[in-house]
């Protein structure tokens, strides 16, 4: 077992195409991190650099306090669970699982052995004598890791090992990579597109953008302190309301009304102009369901409700609303950004289930101000961030950055931001 | 309605094996005739009399044993060299970028596509003075420059098939790429091999035009080209019923390796090895 430390790796295709730049990340020696980000991204790419299938163009790969740049994949010792598993079609189950150890040269009574317990753990053992061609989706994922964990690497990497599998497959396999990683304590790392493994398996998450790394942080410092508007989109579902506001003193003024915001996040944000506030939909609530104390005339407005839908524990109200052309060009790069195109600007507010708002009621929403971030429009910067609780944040602008080598990036491959899986 | 079809489908299949099969029929029952028989230009199909002695005077035949054994080192030093030379290839080819790649391909599909008689002429004075005339790699090497732009096509295709990642699987799992490319790529395109194979084997075992202009003695003259020297004393009247015999037993071995084979060259090995 082993930390992995990735410094200033830099991948340029041979086509010129800068895939990875200037990622520097640390991962401790048993931490589970999470790479995370939009299709084509570069999360596969940096994976690859650290298991040594892809070259490293600039940077240093220190494995276990070693340098590896230079080593082959053989003479890494990591194990990988490839997205589409990759297991030995002319193989049982059995000597898929003992490929490593075979080639590694144990005895076949050790082979037997440490087979043997792999395919406990995993629930193989019927199907040791079945060739993969003959297995499900889900018991083809468990031989993969099988093979993985049959041999005492220093890390494992996941390439998106659950992206085949059916949602209800995905949630138990979810749960299943959880507890083994736990129980073994090896180090990690996880490519994955799911918002909701990247929250739940991981220790650590990296979010990146066009090959540039935006923030590195636990889920909950993501969710809770993005470092800018690409993170704050981007971890969440729905995902977080982006309005345009200007700070006046502590009141902030939104579309529809003016709210109080904290004296310590105004201060941050005095005379900047037009900026951008984010609003996470849960952190708003029909005024007539919060209790009675909260509501003051700072922090509630009122709005005419466009749709409501209700899902029985909760309901979701959209609130149409007309965004200055500033800010506009920005919301709308911001969408392409997250794989997403919306027509319209609209607001989504998540109410309680006991909510009674029904469509086209002008209503009374109440918004938790507390939570209210404010961002720069030109960087992207948030300007309400409490760097204590963020992680680590890239110095430079890493917004700007990603914009930067996106440009780059298409004048080699036209369109590579509308890259799919 | 089905029935029809399958009522068609069986009348066409009938034919075809009519038509394919009539004639090997007409070799087989022919060897089985005496001699006397077939020079009275008897016209009954199955023999008056079967007899045997074509088959013990054939295999007593010394020249004939001999380009037998000609003809089957000769095939099968073809094919080894043959599949291994185009195995590496075809993987370099499905594998690496290079320069002049498309060139080779081209190349190899130009070479196969050349005319054997064409070469004859001057592989023959090219072997004169190499004194390769008249020797076992004297054949050889023409049969494989022959066989190689086929085999190589047909291999990497398959390799192609393969999808990259088993490769690179492999070689996380602690494989160096020579292991890598043994214990996983070459028993995934074993369909292909063979494949590949048998091809070489047939074109080498059947090849007439260099293996009568290249030998002159059974030292190294295949079974091909040591038919075209059963004369028999009449030339206007040739031992057709020992020219069947023959031709039965070359035909042997062919059968015999399709069947051992046909096993092998099973499609669909690589299923499972992905989602699926
Ligand atoms: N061999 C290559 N040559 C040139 N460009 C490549 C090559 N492989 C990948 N790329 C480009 O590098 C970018 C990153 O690819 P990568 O596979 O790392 O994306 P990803 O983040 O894993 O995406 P996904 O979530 O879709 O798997 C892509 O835009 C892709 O077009
Ligand atoms: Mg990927």
């Known amino acids: 077992m082993a930390a992995i430390e990735m410094k200033n790796i830099v991948k340029q295709y041979g086509d010129g195409f800068p895939a990875v730049n200037d990622v520097s990340i640390d991962v401790a020696d048993g931490e589970f991190l999470i790479l995370v980000g939009p299709s084509g991204c570069g999360k596969s790419t940096l994976l690859r650099m650290i298991v040594g299938l892809e070259d490293i163009t600039d940077g240093d790969m220190i494995i276990g306090g070693k340098k590896v740049n230079d080593l082959a994949p053989r ?324 917004m700007a950055k990603a914009e930067e080598v996106g440009e780059a990036q298409d004048s080699v491959q036209p369109g590579s931001d509308q890259a799919t899986t | 309605m089905r029935g029809k079809t399958t009522i068609g489908t069986w009348i066409g299949f009938i034919m075809i094996m009519l038509w394919c099969l009539f004639p090997v029929a007409w070799i087989l029952s022919l060897s089985f005739k005496s001699e006397g028989e077939t020079a009275t230009g008897s016209a009954q199909f199955l023999p008056k009399d079967p007899t045997f002695d074509n088959y013990s005077a054939i295999l007593d035949n010394g020249d004939f044993t001999r380009a037998l054994i000609n003809s089957f080192g000769i095939s099968l030093i073809a094919t080894v060299l043959s599949v291994i030379l185009a195995t590496l290839a075809a993987y370099a080819i499905a594998r690496l970028e290079f320069k002049g790649k498309r060139f080779v391909l081209s190349l190899a599909l130009a070479i196969a596509m050349f005319p054997v008689v064409a070469l004859v002429g001057p592989l023959f004075d090219m072997w004169t003075t190499f004194g390769l005339f008249n020797t076992w790699p004297g054949l050889i090497i023409p049969y494989m420059s022959f066989t190689l732009p086929l085999a190589i096509w047909t291999l990497s295709a398959f390799f192609r098939e393969i999808p990259w990642e088993m490769e690179q699987a492999a070689q996380v799992d602690g494989a160096t790429t020579w292991q890598a490319f043994r214990k996983v790529i070459v028993p995934l395109a074993a369909p292909g091999v063979f494949t590949a194979a048998i091809l070489t084997f047939f074109f080498a075992w059947n090849e007439f035009v260099l293996a009568i202009s290249l030998t002159s003695t059974t030292s190294s003259r295949t079974v091909p080209a040591q038919m075209s020297f059963f004369v028999g004393p009449d030339p206007f009247n040739p031992p057709y019923a020992q020219l069947a015999t023959a031709s039965v037993i070359v035909t042997l071995p062919v059968i015999v390796i399709v069947l051992l084979f046909q096993r092998k060259i099973v499609a669909g090995l690589t299923s499972g090895a992905v989602k699926g």
């Open chain 1, 75 to 398: 003479d890494r010792n990591l194990s990988m669970v490839f997205q589409n598993y990759a297991l030995y079609p002319h193989l049982t189950v059995y000597e898929n699982i003992a490929f490593p150890l075979r080639l590694a040269g144990a005895s076949d009574s050790e082979v037997d052995k440490k087979v043997r317990d792999a395919s406990k753990t995993l629930e193989l053992d019927e199907h040791l004598e079945r060739k993969p061609g003959n297995l499900s989706g889900g018991q083809r994922q468990r031989v993969a890791m099988g093979r993985a964990i049959v041999r005492d690497a220093e890390a494992f990497l996941f390439d998106e090992p659950l992206s085949n599998l059916d949602a209800k497959l995905r949630g138990q396999m979810r749960t299943e990579i959880a507890r083994l990683q736990k129980r073994l304590g090896i180090t990690t790392v996880y490519v994955t597109h799911d918002q909701t493994e990247a929250m739940t398996l991981g220790d650590r998450v990296a979010v990146l953008k066009r090959g540039v790394l935006q923030q590195l942080a636990t889920p909950r410092e993501l969710y809770e302190n993005p470092a800018n508007l690409f993170v704050a989109g981007f971890i969440g579902s729905p995902p977080m309301n982006f309005l345009p506001a200007t700070v006046k003193g502590n009141q902030v003024e939104l579309p529809f009304g003016t709210v109080t915001i904290p004296d310590d996040k105004a201060a941050k944000a005095q005379d900047k102009g037009l900026l951008i506030a984010g609003v996470r939909p849960e952190h708003f609530e029909d005024a007539s369901v919060v209790d009675s104390d909260k509501v003051t005339e700072e922090a509630t407005f009122n709005a005419t409700v466009d749709v409501v839908e209700w899902l029985g524990n909760e309901a979701y109200a959209y609130i149409p609303f007309e965004a200055p052309p500033e800010v506009e060009k920005q919301l709308q790069q911001l969408e392409r950004d997250l794989d997403g195109e919306s027509l319209r600007t609209q607001l989504v507010v998540s109410l309680d289930g006991a909510s009674r708002i029904s469509e086209g009621d002008d209503a009374k929403i109440w918004v938790d101000a507390r939570k209210i971030h404010l961002f720069d429009p030109a960087s992207g910067d948030n300007l309400t961030m409490d760097s204590s609780k963020a992680g680590i944040v890239p110095g430079g602008n890493a």
